[in-house]
């Protein structure tokens, strides 16, 4: 059974311009098989140990990426930080194309989420302010593949790495004691640790003797979207609360420049730089939180995503779908993903011990129908008067992917995923 596909970031998830072919001087064309894909990284260890259903819970500094409106639950200053450890595996089948195309993995640790928010009055009214920063995609792949015999000895080595994050600065107001409201500005940019948003190398060698290298450098993306969210107690009967919540992502377009130098046997290198825009689409999530008494809580969230508006435009105006460089006119369906979250607390004398779980359904979008992703999460920790400890496992998994969107036309992939997230809070 052919399955279907969404990345995000999400949200979300930006297949971008790596897919467009150049033309260079001395009438070389390059194409290179391989393209990058950006992988969405979800934000904080307790959200994400209940499968990402955290729309309708929203209580601690990443709220600014779930939903702000939920930041003005916060009592007391709070500094978070969140580190994450992401490996990737992908089991190609290339099918009757001329690759010989085995497995692909990569691993690496980064910065998730970082945060300090504060709570303070205006006007008789609760306010909390947040100042954060996210990672939001991220581009790392490994690949060494041959080509079959029309093109006998001939090996291929595709590396990427790096990604884009986002500074978000966030506000949130208790409207009335029931009904919380609050803003987050992203600010997309490559510039925070690195004069780059993600490289690119594809390497070509024939018989052992080298053939073209292509370096491709994807920097100076900036872009800025709004993320407006509400958090309303919509009951209460002694230990039980049924909250609400909902968040609108606005559309945004992105500027980023691609830079490429290319090399061939007996030819002159190429230098070649050129500017896109990308117009991604806005999305909609609302989720129900139960808090059935103080040890035991339930989350669920839907999040839509209209990607029929993603789209590419180059300098020259000519448009195309980031996805696979398709033409303009070529259909992207929209997205729907549901997500379930779990957590049980047990009290100490001093401290809390969360246990928690999730399970999700996380569609990508492809030229085809959507790539259906599932996964599961667990998640636990440690709570002190001052401090907390969290840390969450999650697994993600695809079947039959097709590699069309990827620039691997007539291939799939079976994908699976392990994302390990730690953080630390530290209460004022």
């Known amino acids: 059974m052919k399955l279907k596909r969404n990345l995000l970031i999400s949200i979300f998830a930006l297949i971008i311009m790596l897919l467009s072919r150049t033309s260079f001087a001395q009438g070389t064309t390059v194409s290179s098989p391989i393209n990058a894909n950006p992988l969405p990284v979800g934000s904080g260890a307790r959200a994400l140990g209940q499968g990402g259903a955290f729309i309708a ?17 916060l009592e ?25 195309l085995g497995n692909e993995s990569v691993s690496r640790g980064d910065l998730n989420y970082a945060s300090i928010a504060c709570p303070f009055r205006v006007f008789e009214k609760n306010l909390v302010a947040a100042l954060n920063y996210q990672q939001i995609y991220d581009f790392h792949m490994d690949l060494d593949f041959d080509v079959k015999p029309i093109r006998s000895g001939q090996n291929i080595d595709f590396e990427s790495k790096g990604g884009i994050g986002a500074l978000t600065p966030a506000i949130s107001m208790r409207v009335t004691p029931k009904l919380s409201v609050g ?7 490559d510039e925070f640790f690195g004069n780059y948003a993600w490289k690119e190398n594809y390497s070509s ?13 994807f920097k100076n993306f900036q872009a800025i979207n709004i993320t407006a969210g509400l958090l309303w107690h919509i009951w209460e009967k002694e230990d039980k609360h049924l909250t609400f919540g909902a968040v609108y992502d606005t559309p945004y ?79 992207i369906d929209d997205t729907y993903t549901a997500r379930f979250g779990t957590e049980y607390l047990m009290f100490g004398q001093k401290m809390i ?18 790539t259906d992703v599932y996964g599961f999460s667990v998640g636990s920790g440690i709570t002190f008067k001052r ?42």
């Open 205 to 217: 060698t024939v018989n052992a003797a080298f053939l073209e290298n292509i370096d491709t450098t």
């Open 57 to 73: 819970v929203a209580d601690d500094a990443t709220a600014s990426s779930w939903n702000p409106g939920g930041l003005a639950q």
């Open 76 to 100: 007391r200053p709070e500094l978070s930080i969140v580190g994450s450890f992401l490996s990737t595996h992908q089991d190609y089948d290339a099918g009757s194309t001329i690759w010989a």
């Open 253 to 331: 377009t992105a500027d980023v420049d691609r830079i490429i130098d290319f090399t061939h046997a007996g030819q002159d290198p190429s230098h070649f730089r050129e500017h896109f825009e990308i117009d991604f689409p806005m999305s909609f999530g609302a989720g129900l939180g139960f808090r059935y008494s103080d040890a035991l809580s339930f989350s669920m969230d839907v999040t839509w995503t209209d990607w029929s508006e993603y789209m590419q435009e180059d300098e020259q105006g000519g448009k195309s779908r980031p996805l696979g460089a398709a033409p303009e006119g070529t259909e």
């Open 183 to 189: 803003v987050a500005v992203n600010f997309y940019t």
């Open 353 to 370: 011990i969360p246990v928690r779980a999730g399970l999700f359904y996380d569609p990508r979008p492809s030229l085809d129908d959507p």
């Open 387 to 428: 401090f907390s400890l969290d840390g969450a496992y999650q697994f993600r998994w695809a079947n039959d992917v097709d590699g069309e969107d990827f620039g691997l036309d007539g291939t799939h992939f079976d994908l699976t995923e392990h994302m390990f997230l730690a953080s630390v809070i530290v209460y004022f």
